[in-house]
């Protein structure tokens, strides 16, 4: 595959030191590869980038750029959440809502089915499509908040709903909040990616979007990249034959790859196999 750019590390949530993902990504034949720690978030939640992580994220992700220079394009990013902390210096940002505030806490949406159901009960009165329409009110305003170049798992509210079913995700109560901060965000001209990580972690069978969300977006004229979410060497470019035939069959013709120059459109074929070494 041409490119992955939703990568962890051990230095935020993931399992693999950054060397060990850019020698796999190398070795997987990934032409143009991204770094996208978690981004520091001051509520200390143990899944992200530390303060003090964040210049050895950040000096270590460019020293790899630098030794893989000619043979793979390494891109230093971050996935920033909406209240994350951005540093300077970036070479692109994934924008993504992973929490949603409630007064002084904080409820992480895909933390578990358990604090979720717990969540919506105690702060949503039972409503999980108030519930819903909270997390796309945030997701749609990533780009004002973030400066963001993707939009990371749109729909990772329903992470846990192919397992624990909560939400009709055909009901307008659903459909209509995420349907408006789409339209809205393909307007501001963001990437979304098709995220498959909750396949590799045996959250879900399908990426994220749905096949609904991913049909939608393609009629409101979006453009996605492929993304793994890969929080293990052995998890790059996880599920991509079956997030490209999704793609495909809900009318998208190309995808797009992050360079160093900039976003560009590549077709299906280039994508899965060309060389370019």
């Known amino acids: 595959m041409l490119g ?49 992580n964040v ?22 990013g971050l996935e920033l959440d909406y209240f994350g902390e951005k540093p300077q210096g970036l070479d692109y ?24 159901r ?10 999980w499509y108030a519930m819903t329409r909270a997390y796309y009110d945030l997701v749609a305003d990533l780009p004002r908040k973030t400066g963001c170049d993707v939009i990371g ?6 992470k846990f709903n192919e ?3 909560a939400i009709n995700e055909e009901d307008p109560r659903y459909l209509g909040p995420a349907l408006e901060a789409m339209e809205h965000l393909v307007k501001q001209g963001v990437l979304f990616e098709i995220n498959t990580g909750a396949i590799a972690r045996g ?12 049909r939608r977006l393609r009629e409101f004229g979006g453009e996605i990249v492929l993304n793994s979410d890969s929080h293990h060497t052995s998890h790059l470019c996880c599920a991509f034959d079956q997030a490209i035939s999704l793609a495909k069959e809900a009318g998208f013709t190309h995808t797009n790859v992050l360079t160093l120059s900039g976003r560009k459109p590549v077709s299906w074929r280039e994508f899965q196999g060309e060389e370019t070494r």
């Open 4 to 52: 992955d750019f939703h990568t962890h590390s051990t230095l935020d949530d993931g399992k693999s030191p950054l060397a060990d993902m850019a020698r796999a990504a190398w070795e997987k034949g990934i032409t143009y590869f991204g770094f996208s720690g978690h981004s520091f978030d001051e509520n200390g939640q143990d899944f992200c980038l530390s303060r003090a």
């Open 55 to 76: 210049p050895v994220y950040l000096e270590t992700a460019r020293a790899l750029q630098a030794e893989y220079r000619g043979r793979m394009e390494i891109l230093v």
């Open 93 to 116: 940002v994934i924008g993504s809502v992973h929490g949603i505030p409630l007064g002084n806490e904080t409820f992480y949406v895909d933390e578990s089915a358990q604090r979720s």
């Open 118 to 127: 717990r969540a919506v009960e105690e702060h949503f009165h039972g409503d």
């Open 153 to 158: 798992h749109f729909d990772l509210v329903t």
């Open 163 to 165: 397992q624990d079913p």
């Open 203 to 214: 959250y879900r069978t399908q990426p994220y979007p749905a096949m609904t969300l991913l």
